[in-house]
């Protein structure tokens, strides 16, 4: 049975239902409204990508994958810019923790390189994601269906994990399964990341400007990643 089926037995491909006028909300809906298509989905990214898949889900790489996607992302965006444009998460996660995590303002202008690996170590979902969004908007790539399911899925099995470790400081009869749905969602979490990274890297390779074509800094008209300010996360 296909990958998508399985998942899509408990878990919706919707887009989030409402209409968000402003803030984080509005941001993540405006992929919905993008026309265009990832070439390959995240389910077959493991029989398309294979090699890019198994780089980018083994987490001995992580950091250097991680890394090198965010900056040829940023490349893509502007040609020759390197990490000029980086700011942690590209501005797909709103200030947070009373000031701590204020991206624009972590000192990514003066040193983003350091920015950079300390998201690639501390923030492992949010360094893959902000590289992946950053990426739709660029090209205006809108949310596949079976994607959706997939991620869902996994923000599942990591609640699941959060909420077992909360259980077991209350009653140890709960620490060998949390350990158990532990392991299960590291490694879903790693398998989901390394089809982001696929999915990701063949979309690179097919929009980078054609060797005779236009000129890489006029293929792309790449919006940057709006800073979702403070007073919008309602």
């Known amino acids: 049975m296909p990958l998508d089926d399985v998942c899509c037995c408990c878990f919706s491909s919707a887009p989030p239902q409402g209409k968000a006028t402003s803030g984080k909300g509005a941001m993540y809906q405006k992929f919905h409204s993008y026309s265009h298509e990832w070439d390959i989905r995240m389910c077959d990214a493991p029989c398309k990508e294979p090699g890019c898949c198994c780089i980018g889900c083994f987490p001995c790489c992580w950091c250097c994958t991680q890394y090198t996607m965010r900056k040829r992302v ?3 965006q502007e040609p020759g810019s390197g990490l000029k444009n980086y700011i942690c998460g590209q501005g797909y996660l709103p200030r947070c923790c009373c000031g701590l995590w204020n991206p624009g303002n972590c000192g990514e202008s003066t040193c983003p390189t350091c920015c950079l690996c300390l998201e690639t170590v501390c923030c492992p979902g949010l360094v893959i994601t902000g590289s992946r969004l950053l990426a739709m908007d660029m090209y205006q790539i809108s949310p596949d269906p079976c994607d959706n399911r997939l991620i869902r899925f996994n923000n599942c099995i990591q609640c699941l994990a959060c909420i077992c470790h909360i259980l077991s400081i209350f009653d140890s009869s709960f ?12 490694t ?5 990341a390394g089809c982001m990274v696929a999915q990701l890297n063949r979309e690179l390779k097919l929009q980078a400007p054609k060797p005779g074509g236009p000129a890489a800094a006029d ?6 990643a709006d800073i979702i300010q403070d007073d919008d996360r309602k």
């Open 188 to 192: 879903v979490f790693f398998s989901t």
């Open 175 to 186: 620490r060998e399964l949390a350990c158990i749905i532990d392991c299960v969602a590291d």
């Open 219 to 224: 293929a792309i008209e790449a919006p940057k």
């Open 74 to 76: 940023l490349e893509a």
